[in-house]
Structure formats: C-alpha cells, structure tokens
C-alpha cells in the first residue's frame, strides 16, 4: 500500500536502461516518502531476474512470468498492470516513456481513471494547496514536463487520484546503483486473476528489430553531424573527429534524412536524449527539437559558418568557421597536446 | 452481394503551429507567445488522414469523418479534410470541455464516438502542443477496442480484421487486430494527399451551424443550409450525453500547478575563430580541465 511502482521493461530479455534509471528516481522517491520501491515485471523466463533491480533499490519484484508476455502486447500488460495497481495501491507508478510505455501506460491510467503526466523530465516530491478551495495537500509528486513543443516547462500535480503515475524518456534520468542492495524480494503476480481470453485478441505476426549497437546515450562525449557536413561523405570526417576523441557519433534529423547517417544515431525530440560531458555539434544549426535532447550536455561546443546559428545561444564555445576547415584542426591539435 | 459498409472516423486536433516559432512569435521577454501562432491541421493527423482515405480505397464501400473537439474556429480542419478527400465532419465544442486534460478529453471524444458507433478509429500519434500521444490509447480503453500504436502502413484488411504494420524504435512489427479497433498512425506513414481543387471549389461553403447563424446572409450560408452534404455536424457537451463529472477541468486528474515559460536568452558563448591559435587553444584547455582525454 502507497508504495512507488517501476514498471520495468525489457529488451531481448535484459532490464532496459530507461527502467534502471526509474528505479535510481524511484528509490529516491520512496526514500523521501519513507515507503517501499516495488518493481513489476511482466514477461517470460524471468527467474533471477530480481538480482539487479536489487542492486538499484527494489524492495519488491513483482513478477508475472508467461510466455503470452512476451513480445510485448497492448492488453494483457494493460490487465495485469490495472489488476496489480488496484490491489496493491501504490502513490506513484512511473513507465519509460518508450514504445511500450507510451502505449500501455495511457491505456492504464485510463482504465483506473487516475492522471498520466507524459515525458518528465523531472520528478520531485512537495506540498500543493488548490488555487481555488485551498485545500492542502503534502507530499504530492512534481511531475514537470515541456510541452509545446520545448517552448514551456509545466508543472503538474494529480491531487485525488492515485497513483500519480508518469511516463519519463530514456536517458534523462542518471542511473545508478543503490549504496547497498535491497531485498528484491520476489512476489508472483497472481494475473490468470486478471487476463481474460479477449486480452488475446491482437496477434503479433511478425517482428524485425535490430539488435542496439550504437551507444550514443552512454558516451560521454559526443560528435554531432548537422546538413551542414554537406555529404555523406564528407560525414566521415565527424567520424574520424569522435574515433580520435573516443567519442560517439550523433546527427541531427536533416542529417539523418539526407542519409549521412542512421536514425539510430538522431538526436532530438524524436531521437534520443543524451547528455554528455562535452557535445560537440558540426553544422548543426540549432532547432529546438534538436536541442531539447542535448540541451542537458555539460558542455557544448558549436562549429558553424553562421555566428548568428541558434545553436550558439547555447553553446559555451562557439567557433565561427568551416567544418572542413575546423575538424581537420581539431583533430591534429587533440593529437599534439594529448600525452 | 453488397458488402457492409466501413465508416471510418479520423480524430484530429487543431493546434498552434509550435515547430516554427518565428521571431513574431516571441515576446520582449524572449518566451513564446502561444496565441500568435498559426493554427494548424496537427500534422500526424495528416498521417492518420491519409491512411483512412487509403483504408476506404481497399474497401470500397466506406467513409471517412473527421471527429474534432474544440472552439469554433476548429472547423477550419474539417473543412481541409474534406478538401484532401474526407467525406465530413464533425465538431466537438462547448465550454464544458475547457481545461480538459488527455483523460477528460479522450473521455469527451469516446461519449462522442458511442454515438457515430465507426467500425475503425485513426488517430494521430500526438499532438504537437500538448506532447503526449496519450489520447489515442485513452480513446481506445474508454470504448473497450483494442489498440494498435505507431502504424506505419496497412498490410491487408479483411472482412473483420486489419493486419498493420507498426514502428517501433528499433524495428517493426507487423500485427493482426480485430475490428473495430483504434489506429494511431506514425510520423513514418505516408504524407497526406494534397488538396484537391475540385474537393476545394465543392466544400469551401461547408460549415457548421453556429457558423451559418453567425452570417445567416451570406452566400454561403445560403448555399450550406441548401445542401446537406456542406453541413458540418456540431455537438454541445449535451448532445453526447456525457457524465458531466468527467468533462473538463472537473474530470481531469491531473492539474497544471505551474507553467513557466523557456527563455530563450543568450548565454554568452566564448567566441572562437578557425585560426590554428584557437583551436589549439581549445583543445589544451579541453585536455587541461579533463573534459577530453
Ligand atoms: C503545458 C501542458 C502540459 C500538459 N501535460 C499533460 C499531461 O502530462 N497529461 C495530461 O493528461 N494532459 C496534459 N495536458 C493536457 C493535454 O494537452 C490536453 O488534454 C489535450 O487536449 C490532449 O492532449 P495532447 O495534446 O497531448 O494530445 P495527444 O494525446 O498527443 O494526441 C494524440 C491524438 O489524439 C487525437 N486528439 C487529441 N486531442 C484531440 C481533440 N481535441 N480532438 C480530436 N482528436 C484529438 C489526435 O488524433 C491526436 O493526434 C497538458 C496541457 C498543457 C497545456
Ligand atoms: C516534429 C519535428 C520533430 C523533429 N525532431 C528532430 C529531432 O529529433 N532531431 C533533430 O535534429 N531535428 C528534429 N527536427 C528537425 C529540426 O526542426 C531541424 O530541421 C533540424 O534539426 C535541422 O538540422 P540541421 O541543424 O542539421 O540543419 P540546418 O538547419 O539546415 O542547419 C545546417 C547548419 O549548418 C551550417 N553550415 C552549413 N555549411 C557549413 C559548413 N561548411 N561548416 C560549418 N557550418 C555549416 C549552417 O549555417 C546551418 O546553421 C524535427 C522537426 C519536427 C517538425
């Protein structure tokens, strides 16, 4: 009861990074609250899976482990998730704001008619009294989020109606391991309780999914590609930039539409979020569905023939010139001083 | 033998133009000013338009309608769709939907929705001003239907189901649901037709019935209560027959405490030139604070 749900997910049956980082947020949270993390899994061939949601401070793992789990569908995780919330009644349930949680997490707050604050991008605990009644409330979870498209920060708040569930994206929250492990204590979810045989209706006749190879929200420093690399081929030189810098590659999505490289490595509002030790962005102009995914970055660093590029508003350095001219510059000047 | 017919309703919203932020946009203060943005046909509603019309050529027999809630002026949209191929419309309006977070609003549209009783509904993933691609997962567990996210393309459609192909973030899939079900179609999914000036020079005179009381001497308003293929369906809150606890700011669970706008102001950069001084420089400072290396 009024405990904190993660749910957890899994990606070719290991813990997603998005779910570890919940459960670093989530044990924060619970700390603050003084009440218990309870993770929730649901999918096949689980056992031992309990070890490492340990490891980031889950109190309780709660498992369905089935093979009409696993790949991921719509309603048996909506039944099972509803199911396990109303009879466990957590405060907080928090979800990756991936493809699975952007699809079932609504579907959920629906069904139990409590409030889902989308993309968080910070999740706090604190007081809130009703601009109208004036009625208090203590210990309400912040969920703040930007909307219009990057141009506001909201701050919502779900006042009657729990739990204060949120969805948050990949890569915006830090993760890392509890001071000591905690129990992960296993429960079984008893779901035949809760899936009936029209869950089932959804067949999944095919999937291709491409096995994660490129790490960009891992790296700590980041060479970012723009249109303004002109080719793919002269793209390679951002390569070359990050192999000497041991850096990873980003792009921007023009970049990435003119097919100088990958989606993978798309970095923005419909990319992935990172951020970095140092970002360097290559004729990258500065949109603001660019930024939003990099604007977190320690440092940034702006390479761009026009000084007036929005990019630079927030750069630390901004260096009026050519990448053609600049890179090649970079790269012999990191190789002189380095050792 | 006449097969049934597949009524089909695309759900779309009329949103400000937030991706092009113009400098006219921007207040002295440097935040954005919301209401001087354009009004737009939110653009994966354009995806999902596209796909329904594309859905009603494999069927034969079937229509497409455009569902929307919000003011007046939301017309506009219905009237677009209609130009690009979609057989009408209908509007969702009144002030008991003011304040609506995505519950109240999927809550509104579903009650709305009872009533057309569609065999497939289209969705757009999100919207670009509220951000959450919740609306369509909502709509779809209010009415019972399941759901398929993020569709890309529509692989066959049958008698009774729809196999569809989704975008995931690392992959595809492809999946078979049972009709009647909720779509909510993809950025990746093709881009909507264009207007078509034949479409345009029919419909331009469709409007709704607050719009024909509005300037009941006008032409068009003439010509739009002469032809009941130019009226636009509108619906106050009481037409739906909705639970008047779950519209609005009453049945929204999640509140706005605080909106505070994003500055745009300039951090003052170090500027640096592409002489070999400053980038060497750069580099041994980058080297020197253990930012590199
Ligand atoms: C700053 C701010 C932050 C907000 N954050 C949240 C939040 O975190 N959680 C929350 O519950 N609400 C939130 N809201 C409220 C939310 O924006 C509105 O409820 C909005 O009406 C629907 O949500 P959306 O714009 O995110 O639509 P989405 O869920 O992104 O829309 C998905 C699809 O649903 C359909 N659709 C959506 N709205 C309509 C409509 N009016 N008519 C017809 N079809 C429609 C369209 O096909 C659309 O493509 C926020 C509002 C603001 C201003
Ligand atoms: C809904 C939506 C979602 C989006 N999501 C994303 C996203 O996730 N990620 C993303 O990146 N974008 C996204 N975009 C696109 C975004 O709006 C911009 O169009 C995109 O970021 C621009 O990429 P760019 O800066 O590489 O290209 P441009 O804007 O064309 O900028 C190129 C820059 O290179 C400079 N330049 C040119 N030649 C040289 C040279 N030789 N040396 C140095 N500099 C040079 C130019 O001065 C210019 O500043 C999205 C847009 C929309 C509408």
């Keep these: 009861m009024n405990n904190v749900f993660v749910y957890i997910e899994l990606e070719n049956g290991a813990v997603a990074d998005v779910s570890l980082e919940l459960l670093t947020k989530g044990r924060e949270l619970a700390d603050t609250l003084k009440v218990k993390l309870e993770a929730v899994v649901i999918g096949e061939n689980l056992a031992g899976i309990e070890k490492e949601l340990a490891k980031y401070g889950a109190d309780t793992v709660w498992v369905a482990d089935d093979k009409i789990f696993a790949p991921f569908r719509t309603l048996p995780h909506t039944a099972v998730m509803c199911g396990l919330i109303e009879q466990e009644k957590p405060q907080i349930a928090l979800f990756g704001a991936t493809p699975v949680g952007r699809d079932f997490a609504p579907r959920v707050s629906s069904a139990l008619h409590s409030g889902l604050t989308a993309d968080c ?44 569930m949120a969805t948050v994206r990949e890569g915006v929250m830090r993760k ?59 793209f390679q030189l951002v390569h070359e930039l990050a192999e000497v810098l041991g850096a990873e590659v980003g792009a921007s999505r023009a970049a990435v539409d003119a097919g100088f490289t990958d989606h993978a490595r798309q970095i923005g509002q419909t990319g992935v979020t990172v951020r970095p030790k140092l970002y360097i962005a290559c004729g990258i102009s500065g949109q603001i569905q660019h930024t939003a995914g990099m604007d977190q970055s320690s440092m940034i660093i702006s390479i761009n023939t026009d000084p007036e590029a929005p990019i630079n508003k927030i750069a630390d350095y901004a260096i009026t010139g050519d990448v053609n001219d600049v890179i090649p510059k970079m790269i012999k000047y990191y190789k002189q001083n380095s050792k | 033998m006449m097969k049934k017919q597949l009524n089909i309703v695309v759900l779309a919203k009329q949103v400000p133009d937030t991706r092009n932020v113009g400098k006219d946009a921007m207040t002295p203060e440097g935040t954005v000013n919301r209401s001087a943005l354009p009004a737009i046909f939110n653009p994966e509603d354009l995806n999902a338009l596209e796909m329904a019309l594309h859905i009603r050529e494999l069927a034969g027999n079937a229509t497409v309608r455009v569902l929307t809630m919000g003011p007046a002026r939301a017309a506009d949209i219905i009237r677009d769709a209609m130009f690009r191929g979609a057989d009408g419309g209908y509007l969702l309006s009144g002030r008991e939907f003011a304040g609506s977070d995505t519950l109240a609003t999927s809550y509104a549209l579903s009650c709305a929705l009872r009533k057309i009783q569609p065999d497939l509904i289209v969705a757009g993933r999100q919207a670009i001003d509220g951000d959450t691609a919740q609306v369509g997962p909502q709509v779809a567990e209010k009415l019972g239907l399941p759901q398929v996210t993020y569709a890309e393309e529509i692989v066959e459609l049958k008698e009774k189901s729809i196999v569809v192909k989704r975008r995931l973030d690392h992959g595809t899939e492809v999946v078979e649901s049972p009709l009647p079900m909720v779509l909510t179609v993809n950025a990746s999914a093709p881009e909507c037709r264009p207007k078509n000036a034949k479409r345009v020079m029919k419909y331009k005179f469709a409007l709704t019935p607050s719009e024909i009381a509005a300037a009941p001497d006008t032409e068009a308003a003439r010509r739009a209560t002469e032809k009941e293929y130019l009226q636009i369906t509108e619906w106050a809150a009481a037409d739906v027959n909705p639970d008047p606890q779950q519209l609005g700011l009453a049945g929204s669970p999640t509140k706005v405490k605080k909106i505070e706008n994003v500055v745009f102001q300039a951090k003052e950069a170090k500027k640096l030139t592409a002489a070999d001084c400053d980038i060497a420089d750069l580099m041994v400072e980058l080297i020197a604070s253990h930012t590199l290396g």
């Excluded at chain 1, 706090?124 to 990057?150: E, W």
């Excluded at chain 1, 035949?192 to 420093?221: H, M, P, Y």
């Design chain 1, 121 to 164: 991008t910070q999740l706090v605990i604190g007081d809130h009294a009703d601009p109208k009644t004036g009625k208090g409330y203590t210990n309400l979870l912040y969920q703040i989020r930007p909307a219009f498209g990057g141009n506001i920060i909201a701050t919502i708040v779900n006042p009657d109606h729990r739990p204060q």
């Design chain 1, 176 to 234: 890392e391991e509890a001071a000591k492990p905690h129990a992960g204590e296993v429960r079984k979810i008893d779901w035949q309780k809760f899936v009936k045989d029209t869950d089932l209706a959804v067949k999944i006749i095919d999937r291709q999914i491409e096995e994660r190879k490129i790490n960009i929200k891992g790296a700590s420093v980041i060479v970012a590609g723009g249109y303004g690399m002109g080719s793919k081929e002269n």
